[in-house]
């Protein structure tokens, strides 16, 4: 009987453990960033969540909390307009609620899922001394353990540009590279599922604008310990031994 229930718990702890690793974890981080440097100045922000061409496991990236800057069509470009907003939208993303159209704000979540070769919102802005948002990470390919078993990773990349759509702002190229474009920052998801973030430096090399503060939701971890409290649970049963009549 004991050994018995040894077994269930085990069996208990196991399918707890494959069970979070099927859904992958969540990982959310606290964006913030310092755009006096272009306070009053119309330019976008731009989001994409792009998988390798190898096959990448799921990920979503959602966008919460949106703050600083405001939805501007006064632009040198033109896009998708509805009412005072001006975006461009590629792949799977979409919004919650899902009567909301497709931009920031602090009460709409903004969704990216890796489904599509190219996921990516473009929204136009007047910026804002400072700008933050939270940033969650979350599906099979997020494994805070490494153990997710992708052939890709996926890369999430946050980066600004100017009105004409030339040149991004806020930022520089780590390699000292004048002729290419950079973002912000790069989080990357690797093939294992661990997620890496890079603020990159601000304008003419400075220290980076950006600031990236981690809350790791580890489900995994959750999932682990209710397992291990079946088993406890499992083991702390006493066993009453039968009375004995003579």
Do not use: H
């Not at 992958?24 to 310092?34: A, E, F, K, P």
């Not at 910026?127 to 999430?156: E, I, K, M, N």
């Not at 973030?197 to 604008?209: D, I, T």
Request: overall charge negative; proline content about 4%; aromatic content about 8%.
């Amino acid at each position: 009987m004991c050994i018995k229930k040894t077994l269930l718990g085990t069996a208990c702890c196991l399918g707890l453990i494959l069970t979070g690793s099927a859904f992958g974890d969540t990982v959310s981080y606290q964006i913030t960033l310092n755009t006096s440097s272009v306070s009053g100045t119309t330019g976008y922000i731009d989001f994409g969540l792009d998988p390798g061409s190898l096959g990448a496991l799921g990920v979503t990236a959602q966008i919460t909390g949106f703050t600083g800057g405001t939805l501007s069509t006064n632009t040198t470009t033109t896009g998708t307009t509805t009412g005072t907003n001006l975006y461009y939208i590629d792949g799977d993303v979409f919004t919650t609620p899902a009567n909301a159209p497709i931009l920031l704000s602090g009460s709409n979540m903004l969704t990216l899922v890796n489904e599509d070769s190219n996921n990516e919102l473009t929204q136009a802005l007047k910026f804002a001394a400072s700008s933050s948002f939270f940033l969650t990470l979350s599906g099979p390919g997020v494994s805070l353990l490494g153990d997710a078993s992708g052939t890709s990773g996926t890369t999430f990349v946050l980066d600004f540009l100017n009105d004409a759509q030339t040149a991004y702002l806020l930022s520089s190229d780590p390699t000292g590279s004048t002729a290419s474009l950079w973002a912000t920052s790069v989080f990357n998801i690797d093939d294992t599922g661990v997620v890496t973030s890079v603020a990159n430096p601000g304008p003419a090399g400075g220290p980076s604008l950006e600031v990236n503060t981690v809350t790791p939701e580890p489900s995994t971890w959750m999932l682990l310990g209710g397992g291990l409290l079946v088993c406890a649970i499992w083991r702390g049963r006493r066993i009453v031994p039968r009375r004995q009549f003579s």
